[in-house]
């Protein structure tokens, strides 16, 4: 079984103070993807990371997938309320045709004005 | 918004009965997930279907099953229900032929049993 560990588990912050939240396995994956999911909605898929190192940006948002494809961050400049939510991470199996995402128990960011 | 549906938004019953969710994908999507999300369990992988047939199983009691039908909507049947069967329900579809799975979630059903 493919365990995805997201930390910290809670975190709430000041606006405009920087973050990051991680995303870890000792599994391997063939893709991870971040989502975020606000109360009462379904999760929205922010990106998805493919090859190793990669480095993707989304505005304020910086991901990040390990060298190994074992974990990824998501790094959040100048947070504003707006970026509240529970960021999920989530897993695709290394090899074979199995389409069955993993995801983590999610970090549920606050964001305070 | 998605493109993804999925009814009723908010279901109340009680245990021991029978109830059925259902979604439509975005259009053109063949492929069709369900999903358990709960509090102290997170969001848990149930099942896929992919154009009418039953591509992989998670966690799903034998009391739930699902099925997607030719038009490509599909319905989570969940029976004999229990206090803790009570969580959100999402439905997610994905485009066929993409290799990395992306997932596109609709609204959810939140299931009440009392």
Request: proline share 4%.
């Amino acid at each position: 079984t493919q365990l995805l560990e997201q930390s910290p588990q809670f975190l709430s912050i000041q606006e405009g103070e920087n973050l990051t939240v991680y995303c870890n396995s000792s599994s391997v994956f063939s893709s991870l993807q971040w989502y975020r999911q606000e109360p009462g909605e379904g999760p929205v898929l922010l990106v998805t990371v493919v090859t190793g190192g990669e480095v993707k940006k989304l505005k304020r948002l910086t991901f990040q997938f390990g060298d190994a494809r074992k974990d990824s961050s998501l790094h959040i400049t100048a947070a504003q309320p707006g970026d509240t939510g529970l960021y999920l991470c989530a897993g695709a199996p290394s090899g074979g045709s199995n389409y069955k995402l993993t995801f983590g128990k999610g970090t549920l960011l606050t964001v305070n004005p | 918004d998605s493109g993804v549906t999925q009814t009723p938004k908010h279901l109340i019953t009680a245990t021991g009965q029978r109830v059925t969710l259902r979604c439509s994908p975005r259009s053109g999507d063949l492929s069709v997930y369900w999903y358990q999300q709960s509090l102290d369990q997170g969001l848990q992988f149930l099942i896929q279907y992919y154009n009418g047939e039953e591509r992989a199983k998670g966690n799903i009691l034998e009391r739930f099953s699902a099925q997607q039908f030719p038009d490509l909507h599909s319905e989570l049947n969940l029976s004999s229900l229990e206090l803790g069967d009570s969580a959100l329900y999402f439905c997610a579809s994905s485009a066929s032929g993409i290799t990395y799975n992306e997932q596109f979630f609709g609204p959810g059903t939140r299931l009440t049993v009392l």
